[in-house]
């Protein structure tokens, strides 16, 4: 028979993903007695099934292709990948799908971590039910934190139970690469894992049903990634979508035939469907506080959740969809649990723009890195969102590869960067940069984002010669010159 018992914490944690992780943190190092509560792995989407084992798979892939561009280098990095290897290395980073190190670390900070599926039951009540059938009864003193995440969205087809597709978890932590693996997206999920699995043995074909890749991202970003996909042997088609796809024997196992929205037909050892993410807020016990299971959960700058009264429930990380990246998840776990322990101490907030209690950088200056050939990194506006908004702003684009670091990296290095300046406040607000090496211009573009560095102050940031940080001196030059 089931055993019930009663619990009581100052915050109830759901969710023990990096931004559970962080929320608890906080809480706990201020002195709240904490509890997180984990129905998979401690760690989360990004430890086992995302972020780690996704750069695992790519990084090789990226610094095969940098390499075979260095003299010197080129003859003996032109062969296959070692599979076998890239593979062992993505199971390390995934840490084998085991949690004891993460346990460990909640553990070491004073968190109790409780195993089970956890749901709401009322105004700072949470019910868990364990792995062998007992239900434990939470009450939070102050806060309970949703950090339940999300999940991949798959498409309303019909039979897709028996066709039983790839989502990013499978692709992901797969044990071998597909001999035609089909990819359906056009953003990052789908470039990533096109980028990966085609680099390790598999033929691509990558469907799109926009007209170019990372739709929401400047259009010089998707046409490079484009171009150096096709040159490695992946197919990619736009303005097509899949509108029926079976398995040859009907039961999730088999060759794949898949039916097109411009008549055309495919054939595929595995399908991916990389077309967006769903709250993991279907089963949590929303309606016993007013709100509707399966919604994103609408939070203000404290990430408190604004439907529920009392200041008591919060949502953080992809769950309220402010921003759906790890990083972003984590700088607002940062915030709401020092919301959670000032209003603990009945402290005032200081919720200004840019104040310790306030989560404001996931609407203005959020950073995201696409890991493809080449790389794309970007933060704050594009051009489009601009204009969409109404922001005057000159836009001023540079070549990297006129930069001398960049030739140094590759000689016959692509890429390009791009500026946004407010006409009126004359300071940065967006930076979209493509091209192998990129990825670590990135901080420097949001701390001038976020800390809205005059232009000309820029002039005095001098870059080290000769590295690709040079073409922020030639993006002021451009725009002095236009």
């Known amino acids: 028979m089931p055993t019930e018992n009663i619990r009581t914490y100052d915050v109830i944690v759901i969710g023990a993903g990096p931004v559970g992780e962080n929320v608890a943190d906080r809480t706990a190092a201020a002195g709240l007695s904490t509890v997180i509560v984990e ?16 750069k695992a798979l790519l990084r090789p892939a990226l610094f095969r292709a940098d390499a075979a561009h260095v003299p010197g280098l080129d003859p003996a990095v032109k062969g296959p990948l070692d599979v076998a290897a890239v593979l062992a290395h993505r ?25 089970g599926h956890g749901r709401l039951a009322g105004e700072r009540e949470v019910t868990v039910e364990t792995p062998d059938g007992d239900v434990v009864r939470l009450h939070a003193r102050h806060a309970v934190a949703v950090c339940t995440g999300s999940r991949a969205a798959l498409p309303p087809l019909p039979g897709m139970d028996q066709l039983r597709p790839w989502t990013s978890r499978e692709a992901t932590s797969a044990h071998q690469p597909p001999g035609r693996l089909v990819i359906v997206g056009a953003g990052v999920v789908g470039v990533e894992m096109a980028t990966a699995w085609q680099a390790l043995g598999s033929q691509v074909t990558l469907l799109a049903r926009e007209d170019g890749l990372l739709p929401r991202m400047e ?14 042997g992946a197919e990619v088609r736009f303005g097509v979508s899949v509108v029926e796809a079976k398995r040859a024997d009907g039961e999730g196992t088999g060759e794949i035939r898949i039916w097109l929205s411009d008549g055309s037909e495919l054939t595929a050892d ?26 994103w959960l609408t939070v203000d700058d404290t990430l408190t959740v604004t439907a529920a009264p009392g200041e008591w429930l919060y949502a953080v990380g992809d769950v309220n969809r402010r921003a759906l990246f ?28 840019w104040g310790l209690h306030s989560s404001t950088a996931d ?34 684009d540079y070549e990297i590869g006129h930069v001398v670091g960049a030739v140094q ?56 010669f000769p590295t690709i940080s040079e073409v922020w001196l030639r993006l002021l030059e451009t725009r002095r010159d236009a």
């Open 409 to 464: 990296y590759r000689p016959d290095y692509q890429g390009k960067a791009r500026i946004l300046v407010d006409r009126e406040r004359q300071v940065v607000v967006g930076a979209t940069f493509v091209g192998p090496g990129v990825d670590e211009l990135l901080y420097s573009a949001t701390v001038a984002i976020t800390g809205e560095v005059p232009v000309e102050r820029l002039w005095h940031a001098v870059p080290a």
């Open 91 to 115: 199971d390390r980073m995934a840490s084998h799908w085991k949690d004891d190190g993460q346990v460990e670390w909640i553990k070491s900070v004073g968190i109790d971590l409780l195993r």
């Open 219 to 232: 259009p010089f970003a998707g046409e490079l990634v484009t171009e150096r996909l096709r040159e490695a």
């Open 363 to 396: 609407l203005e200056a959020v950073p995201g890195v696409v890991v493809t050939d080449p790389p794309v990194a970007s933060v704050g506006l594009t051009a489009q969102e601009a204009e969409r908004l109404g922001r005057d702003v000159e836009v001023v």
């Open 326 to 353: 790890t990083h972003q998840g984590k700088y607002q776990a940062r915030v709401a649990g020092s919301v959670i322990a000032a209003r603990a101490r009945g402290e005032r907030l200081d919720t200004g723009r």
């Open 270 to 295: 595995e399908i991916l469907f990389a077309t967006g993410r769903a709250p993991r807020s279907e089963d949590i016990g929303l309606d016993t506080v007013g709100l509707e299971p399966g919604n």
């Open 39 to 54: 129905s998979e792995l401690a760690g989360g989407e990004c430890s086992y099934w995302a972020c780690d084992p996704s």
